[in-house]
């Protein structure tokens, strides 16, 4: 779980700065999970209905992450003081 928080706060930092060119947008993205392995039947079931938003303005970034009904993460990246702060929740 750790592992795939992490992937998601990385890849929120390089779209970020990939999309630098930009002022100001939002990006959102329906997570969908599929696996024909029953053994991974529940961990598709509870985050199923993921989702990822992302929302910038000049340095600043903000991402917001929804696991399904298993827990929330808010990625706040300001460009200029290169400060960022998650926040994890729980459902």
């Not at 999970?33 to 053994?39: Q, T």
């Given at each position: 779980?750790?592992?795939l928080?992490?992937?998601?706060?990385?890849?929120?930092v390089?779209?970020v700065?990939?999309i630098?060119?930009?002022k100001?947008?939002r990006?959102s993205?329906?997570?969908?999970?599929?696996?024909?392995d029953?053994?991974?039947a529940?961990?598709?079931a509870m985050f199923?209905?993921?989702?990822?938003?992302?929302?910038?303005?000049?340095?600043?970034?903000?991402?917001?992450?929804n696991?399904?009904?298993?827990?929330?993460m808010?990625?706040?990246?300001?460009?200029?003081?290169?400060?960022?702060?998650?926040?994890?929740?729980?459902?």
């Amino acid at each position: 779980m750790q592992k795939l928080v992490l992937l998601f706060a990385m890849t929120i930092v390089t779209s970020v700065m990939s999309i630098a060119q930009l002022k100001e947008g939002r990006i959102s993205y329906d997570i969908e999970m599929s696996s024909d392995d029953p053994d991974k039947a529940m961990a598709v079931a509870m985050f199923g209905a993921s989702t990822m938003d992302l929302y910038f303005s000049g340095d600043l970034a903000r991402t917001e992450l929804n696991f399904g009904s298993m827990m929330s993460m808010a990625t706040l990246v300001n460009n200029e003081t290169e400060d960022i702060l998650i926040l994890k929740g729980g459902a």
